[in-house]
């Protein structure tokens, strides 16, 4: 079982930054790709940015330039720069990995999920 906890999520204006973080703990052999996902109520999760083991990208439309995100595959971690945040970005964001608990066994998990409110 691998677990993911994020961290970093708060209130902040509108032009403002934040980092997220999310670290995997558990039976991890290797994660192959993780990324943030985003929800809002009344609507679908929609994916935010994801990045492989080795290093590929893809960012949706409305926050590439703005947001980077990034790994650590020594510490199982992912992390989302956010700046230049916009009151649409305000939602509950979400870690998600994959990857395989054993050679055998594959994994998707996903974290709690953190709030980021965008707010004058």
């Known amino acids: 079982q691998v677990q993911l906890v994020e961290s970093g999520g708060g209130l902040v204006q509108p032009g403002g930054s934040l980092r997220l973080s999310c670290a995997a703990s558990?039976?991890?052999?290797?994660?192959?790709?993780m990324g943030w996902y985003r929800q809002v109520p009344g609507k679908q999760r929609e994916l935010v940015a994801t990045?492989?083991?080795?290093?590929?990208?893809n960012y949706a439309d409305s926050v590439k330039g703005r947001f980077t995100i990034s790994r650590d595959n020594a510490k199982n971690t992912v992390y989302l720069q956010m700046s230049s945040l916009k009151p649409e970005d305000t939602a509950v964001y979400y870690c998600?990995?994959?990857?395989?608990?054993?050679?055998?066994?594959?994994?998707?998990?996903w974290g709690q999920g953190t709030q980021v409110t965008v707010s004058s």
């Open positions: 558990g039976s991890v052999f290797s994660i192959n790709t």
């Open positions: 990045i492989t083991s080795g290093g590929n990208t």
């Open positions: 998600n990995a994959d990857g395989r608990t054993t050679l055998f066994m594959r994994f998707s998990s």
